[in-house]
């Protein structure tokens, strides 16, 4: 009997606009269990050091996936013909308690883990990251990385914490979870407290790919590299929405001018295809400082271009 898989509610048994405010209008389940993939929230601002906001971004970019159909009319893929995939709701963090959200986040992403399903996260502010990555490790071993940001997210401490929305690449570093000859830092720019802020990554095996490597130019060439060096093991892919330009992405708390653009991000995340994706999160969207809801609706598209790009959907073209 062929297995039938969860779809998006169509445009034409409900209007867009009605209806529950899942992602992409999937059915809602209580856990991981039996899916392929889900889609989760992690509704946490308490780790950003500017503008806040990002709590807000879970709810915002499920209203904002609204519009979003099955098919990608670009790489062909049929991701709810090949996947069984629900939106498992959101974490349950203690927002008065940054450090306590961490641990949470974990024991949550355990959970998913031991189900077999692949976590596609609505961020939240940067900090989730390293709990999920700590999670991975646990299940996968250390992982490859792509980490797609404006900030290279690799403080030691900021305001004397080492758990902030500018440190969660750090503390993956300290714990083991990642491959450091397989982490690839893309967009990064603007301004920093050294002229070397970059070179730490860099003196750990990491490639760096400052933003104005990427202007003017297709990243599908960068993009084989990375699949080449990466190879066929566990790879996460962490996509800050700060490393578009602001005037494609301004909802978020802490821009920077001269950043990608949006059809360089798909470049990236189709770029994907083909790898032994684990996991991937979309984090950052602020919708207090996004009005028009441009950033949230290029975070659902984004988080729908991942799913494509998951393990087990064949790209047509
Ligand atoms: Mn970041
Ligand atoms: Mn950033």
Not at 204 to 232: F, Y
Not at 277 to 289: F, K, M, Q, R, T
């Amino acid at each position: 009997m062929a297995r039938r898989f969860n779809q998006p509610l169509g445009g034409n048994e409900m209007p867009r606009f009605g209806g529950p405010a899942t992602m992409m209008r999937l059915p809602a389940a209580a856990s991981a269990e039996g899916l392929d993939a889900c889609f989760v929230g992690i509704p946490m601002d308490i780790g950003t050091s500017n503008r806040p906001g990002t709590r807000l971004g879970p709810r915002q970019i499920r209203d904002e996936s609204r519009m979003l159909r099955p098919y990608n009319m670009a790489t062909g893929a049929a991701p709810f013909e090949h996947l069984q995939v629900a939106d498992i709701g959101d974490v349950a963090i203690n927002t008065f308690d940054l450090k306590k959200s961490v641990n949470l986040i974990a024991g949550h992403y355990r959970g998913i883990l031991g189900h077999g399903a692949i976590p596609l996260t609505l961020g939240g502010d940067h900090t989730l990251t390293w709990p999920i990555l700590r999670a991975m490790k646990e299940k996968h071993g250390p992982v490859a990385l792509i980490h797609v940001d404006a900030h290279a997210d690799i403080n030691d401490e900021m305001f004397g914490e080492k758990a902030a929305h500018g440190c969660p690449f750090r503390r993956a570093w300290e714990e083991g979870c990642l491959l450091n000859d397989k982490v690839f830092q893309i967009g990064l720019r603007g301004t920093g407290y050294g002229a070397d802020d970059f070179d730490w990554a860099r003196g750990k095996g990491w490639t760096v790919v400052q933003a104005e490597e990427c202007w003017w130019t297709s990243l599908t060439p960068l993009m084989e590299r990375v699949r080449a060096q990466i190879g066929d093991v566990p790879v996460y892919l962490s996509y800050d929405i700060d490393s578009l330009d602001p005037a494609c992405a301004p909802g978020t708390g802490t821009v920077e001018p001269g950043g990608l653009l949006t059809h360089q991000g798909l470049e990236i995340i189709r770029g994907c295809a083909g790898l032994n994706l684990v996991g991937c999160d979309l984090v950052e969207v602020s919708p207090p400082y996004d009005p028009t809801g441009n950033t949230a609706l290029i975070a659902a598209n984004f988080l729908y271009e991942m799913l494509c790009v998951l393990p087990g959907v064949p790209q047509r073209r």
